[in-house]
């Protein structure tokens, strides 16, 4: 029997891919939010505006969103623009190298997977937002179009070239760790009728191998088994699983997170299906440890969705694939619609406009809420967080506060200094010694500047006048 892989036109399947990936790109630019997501988010930015190519647990994505940044720099994109556009160019590309992996393994219902994959509410959501996910969902992609490769056409260089490219994906985010224990299963499923297992596991084993070891240069491993065990300070028991498939699998992937079940009424599709199922558990363990009561909206098991659109489409008639399509793109839009539309953003904005009239300013922040809405709107704005600054010990503090005076006068001398509300609160915070050193500088900055009080919509601040 040819080969699925051949029996189209390379020139034309990579064409479509083309096509895909510009079509994902402009719907995800155009969904493209004015909100961050969670708390990584803002860091990430400002990151990127200070040039730091380092984040914890993650060790490539702040490298390619800097590198990002320096290439698309003459579009004049803000800062936080830069990061929502790296989602969007990610998960675009995931979603085209998929089309490829799918036009190979199923070219009459290719089209649907695609648009499964691509219209999913939880991709929806993380290709619009600044966060490592989305660019998570490119590099998960180029791992899938491998995984089919070897599908169809096994090789110990597609197998080598597979533990590399899962090993990279772990390295923009952690997650990607697991990202073998739903590709490989569902490669073996896939050719287990055909008679060469043996063959198939050492293939398996030589991807596992390399992806292991490619994690440990690439990504970092260590740190992410020790986030695991502490989860965000809370990993729970097993009693929590009900509502962690709830939360992030069948509400973040809904209608796919269902109807890919449907799977199991095709005789063909059964043991691919049983592989996905196992693929499900270290991810499902993952956010168990880690996100009962912290909700992720399927962020931590995104990678899923390629088996779990390419088993839909074939399962499903074209029709019901169709139907559901639109269900998925409809539900996926308004949760994002949902999502971005934040009214303290949207005062927060106001009042940065009318204090600050796109001049540029020095904010001393110290609660994140306010750090969103000042990157996101507030471009010519420097932040500087006072969080680290006020968690050391008293006495630590006393020390440094000339280099704290120093960096005032000096940023005074062309634009003024403002203490947030926000920050003036965290600073005044001792409860469960989260702030120890933050009363020392609150009194040292009252006893040393003049703070002239502003109110505007949600924006609450001090200007510093030295006295």
Not at 142 to 164: E, N
Not at 202 to 218: K, P, S, V
Not at 442 to 466: D, M, N, S
Request: net charge positive; charged share 15%; hydrophobic share 50%.
């Amino acid at each position: 029997m040819t080969p699925s892989l051949l029996r189209v036109s390379r020139r034309r399947v990579w064409g479509e891919a083309g096509v895909v990936f510009v079509g994902f790109l402009l719907v995800y630019l155009t969904l493209g939010q004015s909100v961050f997501y969670k708390g990584d988010g803002p860091w990430i930015v400002k990151r990127l505006i200070d040039g730091s190519t380092d984040y914890p647990h993650h060790k490539l994505y702040m490298p390619m969103l800097v590198a990002f940044g320096d290439l698309v720099a003459p579009l004049g994109m803000t800062p936080y623009r830069t990061g929502v556009v790296f989602s969007a160019v990610g998960s675009a590309l995931g979603v085209c190298l998929a089309h490829v992996a799918f036009r190979w393994l199923v070219p009459g219902r290719a089209w649907l997977a695609t648009l499964l994959l691509g219209l999913c509410p939880a991709v929806l959501l993380f290709a619009t937002v600044v966060e490592f996910h989305g660019v998570l969902l490119g590099f998960a992609g180029i791992a899938f179009l491998l995984a089919a490769h070897l599908a169809i056409k096994p090789g110990w260089i597609v197998a080598v070239a597979l533990g590399i490219a899962t090993s990279v994906a772990a390295g923009v985010h952690s997650s990607g760790l697991v990202l073998p224990g739903v590709l490989l299963p569902w490669f073996l499923a896939r050719r287990w009728h055909i008679g060469t297992r043996q063959h198939d596991l050492l293939l398996c084993g030589i991807a596992g191998a390399l992806h292991l070891g490619g994690a440990f240069l690439l990504a970092k491993p260590d740190q992410a088994t020790h986030f695991l065990e502490t989860g965000f300070s809370h990993p729970q028991g097993i009693e929590h699983l009900p509502g962690i498939l709830h939360v992030e699998w069948l509400t973040a992937f809904f209608p796919l997170s269902i109807v890919v079940f449907a799977a199991a009424f095709r005789r063909g599709l059964r043991l691919q299906l049983l592989a996905f199922v196992i693929g499900m558990a270290p991810y499902l363990y993952a956010a168990l440890r880690l996100l009962v009561g912290d909700a992720e909206f399927g962020a931590y098991l995104l990678p899923l969705a390629f088996v779990a659109a390419l088993l839909t489409a074939i399962a499903l008639p074209r029709l019901a694939t169709a139907l559901l399509v639109l269900t998925s793109a409809t539900f996926g839009i308004v949760q994002v619609r949902q999502h971005d539309d934040n009214e303290y953003y949207r005062a927060y904005a106001a009042g940065l406009n009318e204090v600050f009239a796109g001049k540029p300013a020095l904010l001393l922040v110290g609660n994140p809420a306010e750090v969103g809405p000042i990157l996101v709107h507030g471009p010519r704005l420097t932040i500087y967080p006072l969080n680290e600054v006020a968690e050391w010990l008293p006495e630590l503090v006393r020390k440094g506060l000339p280099i704290f005076d120093k960096v005032v006068r000096d940023t005074t001398r062309n634009h003024p200094v403002w203490l947030t509300a926000g920050a003036r609160t965290y600073l005044s915070t001792t409860a469960d010694g989260h702030t120890p050193g933050g009363p020392t500088l609150l009194a040292h900055i009252q006893a040393t500047y003049g703070l002239v009080e502003t109110k505007a919509h949600a924006f609450h601040g001090w200007r510093l006048v030295p006295k």
